[in-house]
């Protein structure tokens, strides 16, 4: 009897022969290759930017780099990174520059301006502050997502972020006090949450079929290009030379794991998972960067209270992610 598409295998034991046949499962092995590249993309990106919040603390500190100009600068070593790996792909994305390769440059430039926004924003709202608005970015992704018909939204997944919106602000409960003059800086904060959001639906919407590398590198190139444009509007701040050791080597750091590693993951977790799925990194951040905060600066102390809120933040990650829309097949 014969197989169709199967493999022979001999088995040699002794003087006797086994002869078994067994149907290959290629698409199986796909998925599961699949599936795990998608598991370690999300995990990486997730571990780095939980310790870039800490990096960019250290790049900026006193004696270090002016604010806006170690953003941009932190670009501009990412795009010297990445340049002659994405320059392979570049004549292919050049046959679709009407349309995935400027939708790339737009979002960059719409990182740019998240990046300008929560950095002037942080200069008077505290950083705890910060997380936990973006922290609604998940609901944010969800109204946008919906809006655009972009893809179809569970209530489980709503219910989830909101679950994990919760456990963020009880984390950071003791310190999420504002003043009247900081309103301002909470818009500002949030307009980046909503930027955030929106280069997202973009990747999801225009770009999803670039060459990762080279998709990479034109989103880091317009978002570096963006940023020395803001910095240059609010008056150049010059670099401190030599170069401080400490926040250099964070700037390194930011740029080549922080954007380059990160942002080449990220889109390609664009490409296999849905806009939700992919918003809930915001999540799993502030955690992580609790815990490199606690392990790095002494002044750091967990409470009942942050427990409770890492386990609440936690759980609503599952049901986010567990919680998907069923698909309706005609």
Same mark, same amino acid.
């Given at each position: 009897?014969?197989?169709?598409?199967?493999?022979?295998?001999?088995?040699?034991?002794?003087?006797?022969?086994?002869?078994?046949?067994?149907?290959?499962?290629?698409?199986?092995?796909?998925?599961?290759?699949?599936?795990?590249?998608?598991?370690?993309?999300?995990?990486?990106?997730?571990?780095?930017?939980?310790?870039?919040?800490?990096?960019?603390?250290?790049?900026?500190?006193?004696?270090?780099?002016?604010?806006?100009?170690?953003?941009?600068?932190?670009?501009?070593?990412?795009?010297?990174?990445?340049?002659?790996?994405?320059?392979?792909?570049?004549?292919?994305?050049?046959?679709?520059?009407?349309?995935?390769?400027?939708?790339?440059?737009?979002?960059?430039?719409?990182?740019?301006?998240?990046?300008?926004?929560?950095?002037?924003?942080?200069?008077?709202?505290?950083?705890?502050?910060?997380?936990?608005?973006?922290?609604?970015?998940?609901?944010?992704?969800?109204?946008?997502?919906?809006?655009?018909?972009?893809?179809?939204?569970?209530?489980?997944?709503?219910?989830?972020?909101?679950?994990?919106?919760?456990?963020?602000?009880?984390?950071?409960?003791?310190?999420?006090?504002?003043?009247?003059?900081? *309103?301002?800086?909470?818009?500002?904060?949030? /307009?980046? +949450? $909503? %930027?955030?959001?929106? @280069? #997202?639906?973009?990747? !999801?919407?225009?770009?999803?079929?670039?060459?990762?590398?080279?998709?990479?590198?034109?989103?880091?190139?317009?978002?570096?290009?963006?940023?020395?444009?803001?910095?240059?509007?609010?008056?150049?701040?010059?670099?401190?030379?030599?170069?401080?050791?400490?926040?250099?080597? *964070?700037?390194?750091?930011?740029?080549?794991? /922080?954007? +380059? $590693? %990160?942002?080449?993951? @990220? #889109?390609?977790?664009? !490409?296999?998972?849905?806009?939700?799925?992919?918003?809930?990194?915001?999540?799993?951040?502030?955690?992580?960067?609790?815990?490199?905060?606690?392990?790095?600066?002494?002044?750091?102390?967990?409470?009942?209270?942050?427990?409770?809120?890492?386990?609440?933040?936690?759980?609503?990650?599952?049901?986010?992610?567990?919680?998907?829309?069923?698909? $309706?097949?005609?």
């Amino acid at each position: 009897m014969r197989v169709a598409d199967s493999r022979r295998i001999t088995l040699t034991r002794g003087t006797g022969v086994l002869e078994g046949i067994i149907p290959p499962v290629p698409e199986l092995s796909v998925n599961i290759r699949v599936r795990a590249k998608v598991v370690g993309a999300y995990l990486l990106c997730a571990i780095v930017w939980g310790t870039t919040w800490f990096a960019i603390r250290v790049s900026i500190a006193p004696g270090g780099f002016p604010t806006y100009e170690a953003a941009a600068l932190r670009f501009s070593v990412a795009v010297a990174i990445i340049a002659p790996l994405g320059l392979a792909g570049l004549p292919r994305l050049k046959q679709q520059l009407g349309t995935q390769l400027w939708w790339l440059c737009a979002a960059g430039l719409i990182n740019a301006a998240g990046y300008g926004l929560v950095y002037k924003g942080e200069e008077s709202v505290p950083g705890s502050v910060a997380a936990v608005l973006f922290g609604s970015l998940p609901l944010v992704t969800a109204i946008c997502a919906a809006a655009t018909r972009t893809e179809p939204v569970s209530p489980g997944q709503v219910g989830g972020a909101l679950i994990a919106l919760g456990g963020i602000t009880t984390i950071f409960w003791d310190r999420l006090g504002i003043s009247v003059h900081q *309103a301002v800086g909470v818009v500002l904060v949030f /307009g980046a +949450v $909503v %930027a955030n959001a929106a @280069y #997202l639906l973009v990747f !999801k919407r225009k770009a999803r079929d670039a060459h990762s590398i080279t998709a990479t590198g034109v989103f880091l190139a317009a978002t570096c290009a963006g940023l020395w444009l803001f910095s240059l509007t609010r008056g150049w701040q010059p670099l401190p030379w030599p170069l401080p050791v400490r926040p250099a080597l *964070a700037i390194l750091y930011l740029s080549a794991v /922080g954007s +380059v $590693v %990160a942002f080449v993951c @990220y #889109l390609y977790l664009v !490409k296999h998972v849905s806009v939700m799925t992919v918003s809930t990194l915001v999540i799993v951040e502030p955690v992580i960067a609790l815990v490199v905060d606690r392990i790095w600066e002494h002044g750091v102390r967990f409470t009942r209270l942050t427990y409770a809120g890492a386990a609440i933040t936690l759980a609503g990650l599952l049901i986010s992610l567990l919680l998907k829309p069923t698909h $309706v097949q005609s």
